[in-house]
């Protein structure tokens, strides 16, 4: 009865014995994503304000699901052993594998404690991006910003316990306990137990059992809660989903054409061109145009000094409805300029708030950090080019290092010449081990370098602060009061309140200098950030920034404050407007100061990352379509009452989406075939300044 005796020994581990094995892996597995959805709950307690048990209950179900797919990846090299009989045998190499995925993942899992309490998101393409920046800077940021040590502790622990389970689970599903299971050692019975493996694992890896794409994010979003939507995804999926379209083709990553041209050409002029442009050159670029502002709406000034205020959150700034007294100073600028009340960056990151400030182009799906690539030294209608054929001085001051995000690469091919950054001080007050040199030494030299410019020749300048950045290390003896009673945030509003004395003393400092009364300061934020209320589920308060306007006359002219609704991509052709005279360019915002009265405001906005969500706030409205998923129409509410409501407006729907599509389209195109700079403007006749009457000077 030789052929009844079974292909391997008794002592060798079974097919019976390795599904166990598997099986209990995976359940285990599942018990650890479960657990690591409950630290991050916890760690970001704060978001979690009324919503309600259930919907977390739904949102771990979900979660449950994501979660499966991870799994299933993670032990397919367990299901693909199946057939080989010396695979089976070789246990080591299986708990070898189990231990070095459980450990990415659970590394992963700690990252996402604070990664989420930063940018309320779950990982994504960031992590990428920071990676590729300056090893040291990033590591010192980590070191000074967070709890390194303690995570380490928690992870190596957390580790050790996962392999001492594995072996556990080994000496459980030992070969001992099958013996008699002799009958399932056939090769014919393995390969069957293989084809309905691998089956279930192809059923898994999809997470559903529908007809069409798999499981995807927008399966997770079955809440009214952001927070609990955000919970039921998986970080390690949506990270290997980032470095998949990292990876991918770059086409595959931008906004897909969906109009005939002609079509999204003529709806970009009816959103971008008012009553003073004319177009130019409509052959080769979408909105290339002259503008000639009003004679009554430009101002008494000739320089220009645009402040980029880092992270300085709308949602707290007192100006804005914010209690906490956590911006006195800029409240106390916003009485004697004009004061725009629903202004949004294009982005959530300082890169995407610079180039859309300063060289009036969006923050584009694919092109998100368009400073760093290729396309980032194609021709832009932004400060430099304008201001640059109009004899304009030119300053930029830093408390870093300009090679973070090619600053200096990408402003000095948009003609910057003139760059003081954390090298260029001399005995700081105050300089920072990651970042650099205070916003006070920042605002001390930039006055001084100012002073030095104010003279025949007309200037702009672009100062950009700081401090108020992760891991917010802030000179010893801080000239504010520590915020208190924000709980995690303390330490974030902390700094925002020094940077806004730091900008206070600037203007202290300024006032007394020959330039200030013939000078247009712009102040906005680069972006805002996240609070324990997040509103909608693209989080708008990470868009909502001031935008001030400082200059002598401005309030007589247009008021203390406007509701308008607009982004970054407005504050170039808004300056120009101030100016006076006519101007060729190719902005994709407009002169917010010359529109009718009837006129609401726009702006598309992006969140940085991979995520390639687009929104369009159109007046109290905001319209989100998921690059994935059906378009989600809002209205929101700023200030004193914030919140959304979701709408049923079909036909508001059906007028919004070409607008957000046609603008995403042509921005693109005019990216991509280098048509969004100036163009040939030799026929537009520059504008000579003379001294001008200051006698209407700021603040009286």
Not at 252 to 257: A, E, I, M, V, Y
Not at 272 to 289: E, K, M, P, S, W
Not at 606 to 633: C, F, H, M, W, Y
Not at 638 to 662: K, N, S, T, Y
């Amino acid at each position: 009865m030789a052929h009844l005796q079974p292909e391997t020994s008794p002592t060798r581990p079974g097919l019976r014995q390795h599904l166990a094995f598997v099986a209990c892996s995976g359940l285990v597995l599942l018990v650890i994503f479960s657990l690591l959805r409950l630290a991050l709950l916890f760690h970001n307690r704060e978001l979690i304000g009324d919503t309600s048990i259930n919907d977390f209950l739904e949102a771990f179900g979900n979660g449950a699901r994501f979660d499966l797919r991870v799994v299933v990846y993670g032990l397919l090299p367990l299901v693909l052993a199946i057939p080989f009989r010396w695979l089976l045998a070789a246990r080591g190499w299986q708990l070898g594998w189990l231990t070095l995925f459980g450990s990415v993942t659970l590394f992963l899992g700690v990252l996402e404690l604070d990664f989420y309490r930063e940018f309320h998101q779950r990982l994504n393409g960031l992590v990428f991006q920071y990676v590729g920046e300056d090893p040291a800077t990033v590591l010192s940021m980590l070191w000074y910003g967070f709890p390194v040590v303690r995570y380490l502790l928690a992870l190596t622990l957390a580790i050790w316990l996962w392999f001492k389970l594995l072996q556990r689970l080994h000496c459980t599903c030992s070969p001992d306990r099958d013996r008699s299971a002799h009958w399932s050692e056939c090769w014919y019975v393995r390969s069957g137990v293989f084809v309905i493996c691998l089956l279930l694992a192809v059923v898994g890896i999809r997470g559903t059992l529908r007809h069409g794409p798999p499981l995807r994010w927008g399966d997770a979003s079955t809440t009214d809660s952001v927070f609990a939507n955000q919970l039921g995804l998986n970080g390690t999926l949506t990270l290997l989903d980032a470095a998949r379209a990292r990876l991918s083709d770059d086409s595959d990553k931008q906004w897909q054409t969906t109009m005939a041209q002609e079509e999204a050409v003529q709806v970009v002029r009816q959103m971008l061109l008012t009553a003073n442009d004319q177009l130019v050159d409509t052959d080769d670029a979408a909105v290339r145009r002259v503008s000639i502002p009003n004679s009554e709406t430009t101002l008494p000034v000739r320089n220009v000094v645009v402040i980029l205020m880092e992270s300085f959150a709308g949602h707290f700034v007192g100006a804005l409805g914010s209690s906490g007294d956590i911006t006195p100073n800029f409240d106390r600028l916003s009485r004697e300029g004009l004061l725009f009340t629903r202004y949004f960056s294009n982005g959530t990151h300082t890169h995407q708030g610079m180039f859309a400030t300063m060289a009036c182009f969006p923050n584009l799906p694919g092109f998100e950090y368009l400073m760093q690539t290729p396309e980032g030294a194609h021709e832009f209608s932004g400060l430099p080019q304008l201001l640059g054929e109009r004899g304009f001085n030119n300053l930029y001051v830093y408390n870093g290092d300009f090679a973070w995000d090619n600053q200096r690469g990408f402003f000095g091919n948009q003609g910057m010449t003139n760059f003081i950054g954390r090298h260029d001080f001399v005995n700081p007050v105050f300089s920072d081990p990651t970042w650099g040199v205070s916003d006070q030494d920042m605002f001390d030299r930039a006055n001084e370098e100012l002073s030095k410019l104010g003279g025949e020749r007309p200037f702009y300048a672009l100062l950009q602060t700081l401090s108020n950045h992760t891991p917010y290390a802030l000179p010893d003896s801080l000239p504010v009061k520590p915020v208190t009673g924000f709980g995690s945030l303390d330490d974030h509003l902390t700094a925002m309140r020094y940077s806004d004395w730091a900008l206070g003393h600037f203007f202290e400092q300024a006032r007394k200098q020959p330039y200030f009364n013939e000078t247009l300061f712009v102040i906005v934020g680069d972006h805002g950030f996240g609070s324990p209320e997040q509103l909608s589920d693209i989080d708008l308060y990470r868009f909502h920034v001031p935008l001030l306007l400082i200059a002598p006359g401005i309030q007589q002219q247009f008021g203390k404050t406007d509701d308008i609704a607009g982004t970054q991509l407005d504050i170039v052709p808004t300056i120009m407007g101030r100016l006076g005279g006519p101007v060729q360019h190719q902005c994709w915002g407009r002169d917010l100061l010359d529109l009718p009265n009837s006129d609401r405001g726009f702006g598309v906005i992006k969140p940085s990352g991979s995520d390639q969500t687009v929104a369009l706030v159109s007046g109290d409205n905001l319209l989100i379509q998921p690059r994935q998923g059906e378009a989600r129409l809002y209205s929101y509410q700023l200030h004193d009452h914030p919140g959304v409501q979701r709408m049923d407006d079909p036909v508001l729907e059906q007028q919004l989406l070409p607008r957000l599509d046609a603008f995403l389209q042509e921005a693109t195109a005019g990216l991509l075939n280098n048509t969004a700079g100036v163009g040939d403007s030799s026929g537009i006749t520059p504008i000579v300044y003379s001294a001008k009457d200051t006698s209407d000077s700021i603040g009286g």
